[in-house]
């Protein structure tokens, strides 16, 4: 009768320690999954590229995934899920309307701001301390939005209607505020596009859809650097 009790408390004793195992291995288990969801969170966080532009932003005359933001979404989606680019451009826009506007633009959360103006402004002919003075206050402007906010200015250049002294000068316009305000210059964002008639269309302003592939190459030559 006593090894009965014995056997009895000893099989007791196996299917508590069972039990309480079991327990601590879906605990666990569970804590392994919480941790997973946590860090997939992570990972998909999205970050935001803006650009901010006008025409050659906007792809005028093309479909909106024809232009060169559309293409660096692309160039992303291949290498990063992690990124959302929103196209803001707006054709006819001036370093002065685009200042206006701006304030509206960044209501949203951006991690990358690409400034594209002035193309208008030196087609124009508007005064050159103009452009300048609307560029800087659009940088200051998205600095102080956000402080840890990157940013690229897209160098221009136009052609010599207005004289070559101007056409220098507005050139210069662009490095200059890059070196003043530390931030990343596109050298010129229509390299090997400009004046190449295959690659612009009919008004020769505007690239074809083979020609923001270009602007988007030269985009994305400084932009990975950033990323």
């Known amino acids: 009768m006593s090894d009965m009790l014995k056997f009895c408390y000893l099989s007791l004793c196996v ?6 195992g079991g327990d601590a291995k879906k605990s666990d288990s569970n804590q392994t999954v919480v941790e997973a969801n946590e860090k997939q969170e992570v990972k998909t966080v999205q970050k935001t590229i803006l650009f901010f532009g006008n025409s050659l932003t906007a792809g ?15 160039k992303l989606d291949s290498i990063s899920p992690g990124f959302n680019v929103v196209n803001a451009g707006l054709s006819g826009e001036t370093t002065s309307s685009g200042k206006n506007r701006l304030s509206w633009v960044l209501k949203q959360k951006v991690d990358i701001f690409v400034l594209e103006l002035g193309a208008n402004d030196g087609l124009r002919g508007i005064p050159l301390s103009e452009t300048r003075n609307n560029l800087q206050e659009m940088i200051d402007a998205v600095k102080s939005h956000n402080p840890d906010v990157k940013i690229l200015l897209a ?20 490095p ?36 923001q592939y270009v602007l988007a190459d030269n985009v994305w030559d400084v932009l990975i650097k950033v990323l």
């Open 176 to 211: 200059d505020l890059a070196e003043k305000n530390k931030i990343n210059l596109i050298p010129f964002l229509l390299k090997d596009v400009a004046g190449m008639p295959d690659l612009n269309q009919q008004d020769g302003i505007h690239p074809t859809a083979e020609g």
């Open 155 to 174: 160098g221009m250049q136009i052609p010599p209607n207005m004289g070559q002294e101007y056409t220098n000068e507005f050139k210069m316009i662009f």
């Open 60 to 74: 005028m005359g093309l479909e909106v995934d024809e232009a060169f933001p559309a293409l660096i979404q692309m």
């Open 15 to 20: 299917v508590f320690l069972s039990c309480v």
